[in-house]
Structures are given as structure tokens and as C-alpha cells.
């Protein structure tokens, strides 16, 4: 089955896409940025991994407003150093099947609560 | 010598001292090993002196429980044998394979790692590969520091090398060292159709082999020593069922059952921090050695939390094709260089064409710009990993009769939860020690294929084989005969002069790919005949 589709894709691929312009989403686009390295990411690129992160995780919507007005301002690297020993606890979060810590996609939720409500909630 | 059957007398009749069936990696190094002794050696080989579409229909088989490879493609049945197949891998187990693992039913060899080691260092040379030296640290310093283990905590996740030889195909490498050895025969074209017990059942007298020409031989020896492969060796026992009516060596009901290969399966990606040097978890070659290394956990952590053994082997995205497609272009490019037409062409083809056709998707994908390139630092994880010994996974006789009017086999692999759960665990863990060492990140299951073995209610639904032709356990080895087949010498309990060798006889199957194990095993079946035959 997986050939078949395959070698139907190589026939008309090329077809399609002249016809429709249509470009295809490669899911590394949502691949989390991290935190302390080249793959650092933006504040904005956090939103759409907190925002998932609060829908999946409702009850910690509290813990995260009570982030909201540190976030901009955290030491980097005391947070990268909570974020390694979220690791080593265990204390880890699955989201679109990355395992990321827990307190940073606190932090991306944080984020994504600051830039939908830029004042917090209340 | 290496003698074709087809050619001698029909009815010829042959005595030695040792009885080699099986043409493969083990019987070739048993064979080898016994050059120069003062033994008479005859090796009985099915095959030929190449694979044939006429040979391989004695594989075929039936499929129960979860989906396997076809018999008939899982192994080959010429001078070399599976060998023809294989990878080139090579690794020892892992002492904690040998022993008995509270959480592992049915686990613990009679043997321990440190007695085979004498015997891996003897298969490095035969499976041609490096030093017999698997450290990490090692092979990491041996290139000045251009290959760096991963900082991960080694209390939780150890890195572990594979060497590869080129790889090496026995009966082709071998076969002048077989032709010009003076006191070992080879038979090719030799089928074994009956394994002749004498009445009171501990003794083989003789074998009769039989030729694709309908012509018998038969063979006398002192010794037998079944050596046909890890599935064949359990049929071989099974249809010798004249004295002992459940088949040699199945008074206790085990031959055939603890069926296990070895799980090779996409888990996850790891998207590394940034440049971190990755050189020696690639295949590259140190000091003339081919290698890579992979991640393992610690015995101490397997303990902690009952895992089964397993390596998660970090791949290039892309560098990884099934096995069956990439092995059919490989045919084909030797069958065309060697002006021979290929058996089962349209097979061939149609898995070539699959296999360049993933290659030219992503190629395609990428300059029309629907896919964006993947970075330097994503890597896909592949795990591959032991199955726990199961009674309930097996191969066993069924109604079907091949062409020699021998009953065919059927496969029932099964497999349990703690095969799915180790697979799961094992990934979870190094995914959160990546995050702890700050190198990154892993997500895992990022493809619909991968979810299946992460998700056990998917899993029992596959329909896909992922094994790895490592067909392991079928006449395992225990110091009890009610537990095991053969004893820690490879004999068979209940049988004075019939030894087996090979995957077969494997307690518990490790993560490692066999071949240099069940040579390993050979050598020192070899040495011990060489004292005890005398």
C-alpha cells in the first residue's frame, strides 16, 4: 500500500503542485525551540507549544498566569537549570510527542498568556 | 573438498567422525575450525553453491500471530546460508544477557559472558571485524577526539558500539579454506530427510540426505552436529519423530517454542541543541574498523524499572530503508554484475522501485519546496531490541508438505507486553536524559509508523514485520532438560553424540545481532569436541 501511494505520488506530484501552488506543513515547524543553544527560541515561536500545552493541560492554567509577569524577565540560566532537573525528576510533559520539562512549557504557556492577554487575565 | 550430491551414486553410502548439517555460518565455522585435526569432517549442505528460486520454496512456511517475514526470504538456503543477508554487525551480548533477570522470565544462560569471551575473540577474526575491544571510550579516544560519547548520565544510559564487518558472506569467503582443508568434505545439494535413531533413542546412527535429483546419501558418524539455522534446527528435531515421537529432544515439549528476534523499529527524532559531534554514533571507520554506536541503558537501570535489553540506534534522516528493499537493489546490482538472472526479478524490482522511490520523494518534496531540508541536527531513532523469552512464541510442524515430503513449518511469533513497555521505557528515559544533559529534545512516535509499537492496543493490530531475520531460541540451552534443549556444551539432553548450534540455542537474544555470538558458541562447541572425541 505504502509503495503504491509512493510511486502514485511521483506520477502526479508534480502535477498537482503545478496546479495548485499547494504547499504541504512539514511538522518540524513545530518542533519546540530550546532553551540555551543556536535552537534558542523567540517568545513568539513559544506560543502556539503554550498555548497547545493549556489545552491539553488545563489545570495548569493558574500556575501559569502566576509566570506571566516573571517570564520576561527570568535569568536565563537559572531557568535552563530548572529545566534539567525537571529532566532528571522526571517531570516531564509529552506534547505532539516531544518530551519536554515541565517548567518550560510553563514558561511557553506563560508566553502565549501574555501575548493574548498582554496584562494578565484579571 | 567441496563435493556437489547431484553427482555421486544414488544410494552412496559415507562414515566420519563428525556430522555437520548445515552449510552456514556455523556449520562453516565448525568446519573450519576442525581443519587440520585428525577428525574425518562431512559438512551436508540443502543448497548449492548459490541461492535458487528451487531451493528457497523449502523455507516457505505459514504465518500465525503477528506478522513475520516470509520464511523463504528471512533465510537462505545455500552454502553460507543467512550470511547472504546479513548486515555485518557484530556485538557481544551484554553480561546482564547471560544472567538470570528477576524481571525477565525465563532469562539466564548456563554460560556467563566472561566465559565466552576467549570465543569472541576468536569470531571477531572469523566475522571480520576489529579488535575485540567494545569499550566506547575506547573507540572515541582512538580517533583524537573527533568522535565524543554524548554526556549523558552513564548511571542511567550507556553508549554502545557495534563493529561491521564488510559484510562478510561465509560461503563465498570461506569456500577456498573449506576446498583445500584435507580432512573435511562439504556435500552441497545434501538435504537432510531423515535422522536415523537408534532403538533406544539416545544415539544417532546415521542421516539420509537427499539431492535436487531425487538421489539418496546417507552418512554414518560418531558425532551429528545440527547446524541448519535458528528456526530449521527446531524443524530438523521435530521431524525426526520415528524413536522419539514428539521429535528429538522434545520430551519436554520445548523445541520449536521461545521463538525471538530481535524488534527494529522507528520510536522517535532527537533534535540536538546544536553542533554537537555525532561522528561516532554515525558508521564511520576508526583505525580500519567500521562502527557506530548507539544508546543503551544501564544494567543497573534495565534492573530498576524490568526492562528487556536495547539499543536506539541515532540515524541521518533518511539513512534508514527496509531492509527487504535495500537487500533486493543490492541483488540486483550483483546478479547484473555477475550476468546471472535474478530469481524473483519482479520482486526485486518492485522493492527497488520502493526503495528509490522514498529516495526521489524526498527529493522531489524538497526542490519544489513542500518540504523544508532537514536540519543538520535532526536525527531519526530506531530501536532495536531483545523480546523476552516466550514458550508461547513459536514455530512448530504443520500439515503442508514441501517437495521432499517433509511437513513445512509454521510461525507463530508472539509477542508481550513487557517487549511493548521496554521499547516505550526505554525511549522515554533517554528522551529525558537528552533534555538533562541540555542537548536536546526527543519527540517520540513523530510518525503514524512509530506510534504503532509505542501504542500495545496498535500494536497487536500490525501489519508490518519488524524483525530482523534474528531468529533465535527455538532449542534453547539450560542445564535442566526440562528447561532447555541442549546442555551448556550444545549437546541435546536426551541424545549422547547429536549436538546443535547456532541462533537457536540462545537463552535470551540481548539486542545483539547474533552472528558473532553464535560463532563465538561454535568455536567453543569446536574446542570441545577436539577434547572429547579423542
Redesign the interface.
Given at each position: 500500500m505504502?509503495?503504491v501511494s509512493?510511486?502514485f505520488?511521483?506520477r502526479v506530484?508534480?502535477v498537482l503542485?503545478a496546479l495548485t501552488g499547494a504547499?504541504?506543513p512539514?511538522?518540524?515547524?513545530a518542533?519546540?525551540r530550546?532553551s540555551?543553544?543556536?535552537?534558542k527560541a523567540t517568545p513568539t515561536e513559544l506560543v502556539p507549544l503554550g498555548a497547545r500545552y493549556l489545552r491539553d493541560y488545563p489545570d495548569e492554567l493558574a500556575t501559569c498566569e502566576a509566570l506571566q509577569r516573571h517570564v520576561a524577565t527570568c535569568d536565563h540560566r537559572l531557568l535552563?537549570g530548572i529545566?534539567?532537573d525537571?529532566?532528571?525528576r522526571?517531570d516531564?510533559v509529552?506534547l505532539?510527542?516531544?518530551?519536554?520539562?515541565r517548567t518550560e512549557v510553563r514558561v511557553a504557556a506563560a508566553f502565549y498568556l501574555n501575548n493574548v492577554h498582554p496584562g494578565g487575565l484579571q | 573438498m567441496i563435493i556437489d550430491a547431484t553427482n555421486v551414486e544414488d544410494g552412496s553410502s559415507y562414515s566420519c567422525d563428525i556430522c555437520v548439517i548445515g552449510g552456514g555460518a556455523a556449520g562453516i565455522t565448525l568446519a573450519r575450525e576442525l581443519r587440520g585435526t585428525s577428525f574425518k569432517v562431512m559438512v551436508l549442505e540443502a543448497g548449492g553453491l548459490a541461492p535458487s528460486a528451487e531451493s528457497q520454496a523449502f523455507y516457505k512456511a505459514q504465518d500465525r500471530g503477528v506478522m513475520y517475514f516470509p520464511l523463504d526470504v528471512a533465510r537462505l538456503r545455500y552454502l553460507g546460508g543467512t550470511t547472504g543477508h546479513w548486515g555485518g554487525a557484530c556485538l557481544p551480548l551484554d553480561p546482564i544477557d547471560f544472567e538470570k533477570r528477576e524481571a525477565v522470565p525465563n532469562s539466564g544462560w548456563p554460560l556467563t559472558r566472561e566465559q565466552l569471551d576467549p570465543f569472541y575473540e576468536r569470531a571477531q577474526l572469523i566475522c571480520g571485524v576489529g579488535p575485540f575491544n567494545y569499550d566506547p571510550a575506547f573507540w572515541s579516544e582512538s580517533d583524537n577526539g573527533n568522535r565524543p560519547l554524548l554526556p549523558l548520565d552513564a548511571s542511567v544510559v550507556r553508549s554502545a558500539v557495534f563493529q561491521n564487518s564488510k559484510p562478510l558472506r561465509f560461503g563465498e569467503f570461506y569456500r577456498d579454506d573449506l576446498e583445500q582443508a584435507t580432512n573435511v568434505e562439504v556435500l552441497i545439494n545434501a538435504a537432510v530427510l531423515e535422522m536415523q535413531v537408534r532403538a533406544s533413542g539416545e544415539r544417532l546412527d546415521a542421516v539420509v540426505a537427499r539431492t535436487p535429483n531425487g538421489r539418496t546419501v546417507a552418512v554414518r558418524a560418531k558425532c551429528f552436529v545440527l547446524a541448519t539455522g535458528g528456526i530449521e534446527n527446531a524443524r530438523q528435531l521435530l521431524l525426526a519423530d520415528r524413536v522419539h515421537k514428539a521429535g528429538i529432544g522434545n520430551a519436554h515439549d520445548l523445541v520449536g517454542r521461545y521463538f525471538m528476534d530481535h524488534i527494529y523499529v522507528p520510536v522517535?527524532r532527537l533534535?540536538l541543541?546544536?553542533?554537537q559531534n555525532m561522528r561516532l554514533y554515525q558508521m564511520g571507520k576508526v583505525n580500519g574498523t567500521r562502527l557506530r554506536a548507539g544508546l543503551s541503558l544501564s544494567a543497573e537501570q534495565l534492573a530498576a524499572e524490568q526492562l528487556l535489553n536495547g539499543w536506539v540506534g541515532i540515524y541521518k534522516s533518511g539513512e534508514y530503508h527496509s531492509q527487504d528493499a535495500r537487500g533486493s537493489w543490492n541483488y540486483l546490482l550483483k546478479s547484473a554484475k555477475s550476468l546471472e538472472m535474478p530469481d524473483d526479478l519482479l520482486r526485486h524490482i518492485?522493492a527497488s522501485?520502493?526503495y528509490f522511490?522514498?529516495r526521489?520523494?524526498r527529493w522531489?518534496?524538497r526542490r519544489?519546496?513542500?518540504?523544508?531540508p532537514?536540519?543538520p541536527?535532526?536525527f531519526n531513532l530506531n530501536a532495536h531490541t531483545e523480546q523476552a523469552p516466550n514458550p508461547d512464541s513459536r514455530v512448530y510442524l504443520g500439515k503442508k508438505l514441501d517437495d521432499n515430503g517433509q511437513r513445512r513449518l509454521v510461525m507463530d511469533w508472539r509477542l508481550t507486553e513487557q517487549d511493548h513497555r521496554s521499547i516505550r521505557r526505554t525511549v522515554?528515559i533517554i528522551?529525558?536524559?537528552?533534555?538533562?544533559?541540555?542537548l536536546?529534545?526527543?519527540?517520540?512516535?513523530?510518525s503514524d509508523d512509530d506510534?504503532v509499537w509505542l501504542d500495545p492496543d496498535r500494536a497487536a493490530k500490525i501489519d508490518t514485520p519488524v524483525g530482523s531475520f534474528h531468529h533465535l531460541g527455538t532449542t534453547r540451552m539450560h542445564d535442566s532438560p526440562r528447561q532447555g534443549v541442549v546442555d551448556r556444551n550444545l549437546k541435546v539432553h536426551e541424545m549422547s553424540n547429536l549436538y546443535v548450534t547456532g541462533s537457536s540455542v540462545f537463552t535470551s537474544g540481548g539486542f545483539a545481532n547474533p552472528t558473532l555470538t553464535l560463532v563465538a558458541l561454535t568455536c567453543r562447541l569446536a574446542d570441545h569436541l577436539k577434547t572429547t572425541l579423542v
Open positions: 505504502r509503495s509512493r510511486r505520488f511521483l506530484g508534480g503542485c504547499s504541504i512539514f511538522s518540524l515547524r518542533a519546540p530550546l540555551g543553544s543556536s535552537n535552563e529545566v534539567r525537571d529532566f532528571r522526571g516531564t509529552r505532539d510527542g516531544w518530551v519536554l520539562a | 522517535g533534535l541543541n546544536g553542533d518492485s522501485v520502493d522511490a522514498e526521489g520523494e522531489i518534496r519544489l519546496g513542500w518540504e523544508e532537514v536540519p541536527n535532526l522515554e528522551s529525558k536524559q537528552f533534555g538533562a544533559a541540555g536536546g529534545r526527543v519527540q517520540i512516535g513523530f506510534t
